[in-house]
């Protein structure tokens, strides 16, 4: 099964500035697979962008126009999954041969290959095999490649080989015209002052975009209230707050190990070892200032360990920030990358 949904398709990705080199590649793409020189297509960009929209819709085009073309469509992280049990189960083989058979493969969010060298190593040779045989091979990531980590020189070269493109935030026009398309095919009708209101105020991703004018719908429907600029305020203002902190404690954890370069078991282990101690402490700390879970469970949350420690790590790095120049960095740039 290619696992395309079919409300991802071309019609309904909505074209402005922000994305049309991408999405005219894709559908150059789409017209030749495999026969042009975007191959493979490296589409890239932000959270709630547009990734696996045009993924699919590529998909979609393809199948449409080449009804006999094998499309596959992936995450990166279930091909990683496929890949782990197909070692378990001691055909690799088959799993390497499954791949290389497909006409058109899409393999979505590959930064998820990071640091899994098992699995890049397996995909290197499945992209040499299609590449050389004229498939078409599109992928998406969170970032271009030059700014990938963790990731094979090899594999990396071979993804610049193509095209990479970009999708960048919408701009304000092309943010109604996403609502628009999204209320018309709902069948919800709505003032253009509200819709206006909603894109000129939620303009990082479409996903949230797309999120906040779900919430105003069922605000109304809910409290059978009509639709106004005053409610969509409301809404609106809740929406930003809920989404902007909503970092976890989890997210805090992935964000710090990424940052020190290792994973989150070793950031809860019970070493002692002075960086692993010290990450960990960052990672309460932010839990503390970034959260509003208790000590107890912050402490359970990271490693199993009782509030007494995670009110130690609070004190150690608030001591440290102030005495330690590299560790008042730390804290810094972390900072940064958990403020959304
Ligand atoms: P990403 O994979 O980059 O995180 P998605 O492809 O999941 O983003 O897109 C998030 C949501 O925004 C989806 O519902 C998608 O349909 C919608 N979307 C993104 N870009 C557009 C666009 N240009 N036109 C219409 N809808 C869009
Ligand atoms: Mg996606």
Redesign the pocket.
């Given at each position: 099964e290619s696992q395309l949904n079919p409300?991802?398709n071309f019609e309904?990705?909505?074209?402005?500035d922000?994305?049309r080199l991408a999405?005219n590649a894709g559908i150059a793409v789409a017209n030749k697979p495999g026969g042009t020189s975007f191959n493979p297509l490296l589409?890239f960009?932000?959270?709630?962008?547009?990734?696996?929209?045009?993924?699919?819709a590529i998909g979609i085009d393809i199948k449409d126009k080449y009804p006999e073309k094998t499309v596959l469509y992936i995450s990166a992280e279930k091909f990683t999954q496929q890949y782990i049990d197909s070692v378990k189960k001691n055909n690799r083989n088959d799993f390497i041969h499954f791949y290389q058979i497909i006409d058109v493969l899409i393999i979505?969010?590959v930064q998820f290959l990071s640091g899994k060298s098992g699995t890049q190593d397996v995909f290197f040779h499945i992209f040499n095999h299609l590449h050389q045989n004229g498939k078409q091979v599109i992928l998406?990531s969170?970032k271009a490649p030059v700014d990938m980590q963790d990731i094979e020189q090899r594999l990396l070269s071979r993804f610049k080989w193509g095209l990479s493109a970009e999708?960048q935030s919408?701009d304000f026009e092309?943010r109604v015209?996403?609502l628009k398309?999204?209320l018309y095919r709902d069948g919800v009708e709505m003032h253009d002052d509200i819709i206006e209101y909603v894109a000129k105020h939620i303009k990082t991703?479409?996903?949230e975009?797309?999120g906040a004018i779900i919430s105003l719908i069922a605000q109304s429907s809910f409290n059978k209230k009509e639709i106004t600029v005053n409610l969509a305020k409301d809404v609106v203002e809740k929406f930003v707050k809920n989404t902007k902190r909503e970092v976890s404690i989890d997210y805090i954890q992935k964000v710090v190990s990424d940052y020190f370069q290792m994973d989150v078991n070793t950031l809860q282990s019970k070493t002692r070892k002075r960086h692993i101690v010290q990450a960990r402490q960052l990672a309460m700390f932010f839990a503390k200032k970034f959260t509003k879970a208790s000590l107890a469970s912050i402490g359970s949350q990271i490693g199993k360990r009782d509030h007494a420690t995670v009110l130690h790590a609070c004190k150690t790095v608030d001591n440290l920030s102030s005495t330690d120049k590299q560790f008042r960095k730390y804290v810094e740039d972390l900072s940064k990358k958990l403020s959304i």
């Open positions: 409300n991802y309904n990705f909505l074209e402005g922000s994305n999405r589409i960009g932000g959270v709630g962008l547009g990734k696996t929209h045009l993924a699919h979505d969010d998406t969170d999708l919408p092309t015209s996403i398309n999204k991703n479409v996903r975009l797309e």
